[in-house]
């Protein structure tokens, strides 16, 4: 649901949003959840205004009950953006915790300890090395500067899906002897469905990253090339999932023997891949 815009980004709010603000009302926790998501829209917004400033248009940012989403016209082009977008949100938390810690210290009477706390559970649950939260996106970046994208996403997505799992089994646990906590089950549920979610957009995000490659190529700017060599059996989806997402790459094609009898570029493949499916051979391709 679109609130408004603030230039070409559009500001929406997940319908639940509405229900969670009704029970909140209906249970007198009104002010808490409000304040719970202010902490939560700055820092989602930190996201949006950093990835501005380093050049990535945001089409939108959408709230929901448990986080939010910035969406970027783009995907990163490098890992240290990636890192840079991802620690905006908790550093902005931490931040506000540390102004309003400061405040109180002058003005205890204020009514801001919840805020306080709020600031401080979601800098420091956003922190954790797992996908989908902002540390895990940071651990990623870190992670893909000495492996492939492709295995950093993996690793922390299923990082992300044994802690849901943690979450869950201990919620479970409580709700037997007889405390219910919300949160638990929520995050149990989400972190899982989100960290799927980061290992089924992989092949997508691969696509899009060699599409703009092409962009960058197009504008006379210079990147950086990476060549490896694979043996010509190898089927072409599976030299796909090789490819580093920040350069450019290049095959070189060997036969049996090591000898080089080709050579094609991630183009190429993605064209032989579209015409023949993925099941081909990279020796086929040339």
Known sequence: MRLFCIGKTQIRLHPLLIVVFVGAGLLGLLKEIALAFLALSLHEFSHAIVAHALGYGVDSVELLPFGGVAKLSKQTRSPLADFLIAASGPLCSLSIAGGVAVALLYWPNLPLDYFLRANMILALFNLLPVLPLDGGRMTRAVLSKAIRLRTATLITAWAGIVLGAVLLGFAVYLAMLGAFNPFLWMMGVF?????????????????????QRRETLARGEPIAM?????????????????????????????????????????????????????EVTVGELI
């Open 226 to 278: 990476r060549q490896f060599v694979v043996q010509k059996n190898m089927q072409a989806y599976i030299a796909l999932r090789q490819l580093s997402a920040s350069v450019y790459n290049l095959l070189l094609i060997v036969d049996d023997d090591l000898r080089v009898i080709g050579q094609l570029d991630e183009g190429r493949l993605m064209e032989g891949i579209a015409q023949k499916g993925q």
């Open 191 to 211: 972190l899982p469905l989100c960290a799927l979610k980061e290992m089924r957009t992989l092949p997508q995000a691969q696509v899009t990253s060699i599409l």
